[in-house]
């Protein structure tokens, strides 16, 4: 049974950069599967972030790219996230996930249970 | 860029079916795939590749997709069943999620 954790800072201070990185435990990092970041702010929807595949090839939102790297770990199991020149809007509770069939298929059968930041002074 | 249109709530009674559906511009030539969300829980995911169920989803979760609409049906809703629906599909190497539909089991 595949399990992600989500870990790191739940306060940023506007115009900082939020860290996250997310432990997969219970299979390797290093599989056919992408992995991805989704965020959800407070009391509204999903949103998806972006995805990299252990090889290190990355997709991210159009709308978040410019400050958006994912990045992988292969040797600790893990994948990680920096999102730059945070504002109060990304303040959110971020999910990673597994896609075990990025592109036409893409779907997210496990996820971390999330990871709440809050960017503030 | 692509965009999925549900409804902002849907209500059913214990028993009867719930539909939800989620809009795009010919999602039916796209796989769509369908997230539960309880409160202060991670989604879950209930339908892929249009009609498939993971293991451990009930049957009575069934998916369906064609023109521009994709649809979960849920039979026999249960109180349980209460919570946010999220459709979500892949465009032009570019996930997409629906706006969600919150579910009252009235």
């Known amino acids: 049974q595949v399990q992600l954790q989500e870990s790191g800072p739940g306060l940023v201070k506007p115009s900082g950069t939020l860290s996250l990185t997310c432990a997969v435990s219970?299979?390797?990092?290093?599989?056919?599967?992408?992995w991805t970041w989704v965020r959800q702010p407070p009391g509204k929807g999903l949103e998806w972030i972006g995805e990299?595949?252990?090889?290190?090839?990355?997709n991210y939102n159009p709308s978040l790219k410019s400050r958006v790297a994912i990045s992988v770990d292969k040797s600790k199991n893990q994948f990680s996230l920096k999102l730059s020149s945070v504002t109060a809007a990304d303040t959110a509770v971020y999910y990673c996930?597994?896609?075990?069939?990025?592109?036409?298929?893409?779907?997210?059968?496990?996820w971390g249970q999330g990871t709440l930041v809050t960017v503030s002074s | 860029s692509y965009e999925l249109t549900q409804p902002p709530s849907v209500s059913v009674s214990p028993g009867q079916t719930a539909s939800i559906t989620c809009s795009g511009d010919?999602?039916?030539?796209?796989?769509a795939c369908w997230y539960q969300q309880k409160p202060g829980q991670s989604p879950v995911l209930v339908i892929y590749?249009?009609?498939k169920r993971p293991s451990g989803i009930p049957e009575r979760f069934s998916g369906s997709n064609s023109g521009n609409t994709a649809t979960l049906t849920i039979s026999g809703t249960q109180a349980m069943d209460e919570a946010d629906y999220y459709c979500?599909?892949?465009?032009?190497?570019?996930?997409?999620f629906g706006g969600g539909t919150k579910l009252t089991v009235l």
């Open positions: 996930a597994r896609d075990p069939d990025y592109g036409g298929n893409s779907h997210f059968d496990y």
């Open positions: 219970g299979g390797s990092i290093s599989s056919s599967n992408w």
């Open positions: 990299i595949h252990y090889s290190g090839s990355t």
């Open positions: 010919k999602l039916g030539d796209k796989f």
């Open positions: 590749q249009d009609t």
């Open positions: 979500q599909a892949w465009d032009s190497s570019t996930v997409v």
